[in-house]
């Protein structure tokens, strides 16, 4: 496992699908979905064709299920090759470490044209077309969060 389970605020995950001008068109990709909180935001307010998660965790993978939303129980490293060409919205909240072992499959197989929105980490080879700070109440209290847009 790359990253522990910390999630994401609702307002920070509407910034983010807001970033990625995310629409009724879209198909979107959270990796490391956790409880789903960001595929159910995409389908349930953004409307997207379709919302599909990634989670290692067993329990959370369960939590994460529903009939509005696609999950698979698995491990994101393995997935991404296969999941991310058929995707138009990539989000994610990892880690700088998680961020570089997804990078170049990123660049390899996603369409030209991926929207990609990261929460709080950055990729090193690819440049940020927007950058956005949101302040919201988490597991640690109100902190800012940094939303970073890529487009490729
Ligand atoms: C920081 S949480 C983010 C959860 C959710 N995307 C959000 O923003 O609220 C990261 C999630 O990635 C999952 N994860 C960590 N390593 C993974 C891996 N190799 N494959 C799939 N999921 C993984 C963790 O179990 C955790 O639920």
């Known amino acids: 496992m790359l990253v522990p389970f910390v999630p994401s605020p609702p307002e920070v995950i509407r910034e983010m699908l807001r970033c990625a001008k995310v629409k009724n068109d879209d198909i979107l990709l959270d990796l490391g979905c956790g409880d789903g909180r960001i595929i159910k935001i995409a389908k349930e307010e953004f409307y997207v064709r379709e919302a599909i998660g990634v989670e290692i965790d067993k329990r959370l993978c369960r939590e994460a299920k529903n009939d509005n939303v696609e999950v698979i129980c698995g491990d994101m490293v ?16 990892l880690s700088t470490r998680a961020n570089e072992i997804l990078e170049d499959i990123i660049l390899k197989y996603g369409k030209k044209g991926l929207r990609i929105s990261s929460h709080d980490f950055t990729f090193e080879k690819l440049r940020p077309t927007k950058e956005i700070k949101v302040k919201a109440m988490g597991l640690l209290g109100w902190t800012e969060h940094m939303i970073y847009c890529y487009e490729l």
Do not use: D, M
Request: a positive charge; glycine letters at 0%.
């Open 78 to 93: 393995t997935l991404s090759s296969i999941l991310i060409p058929k995707v138009s919205v990539l989000t994610l909240y």
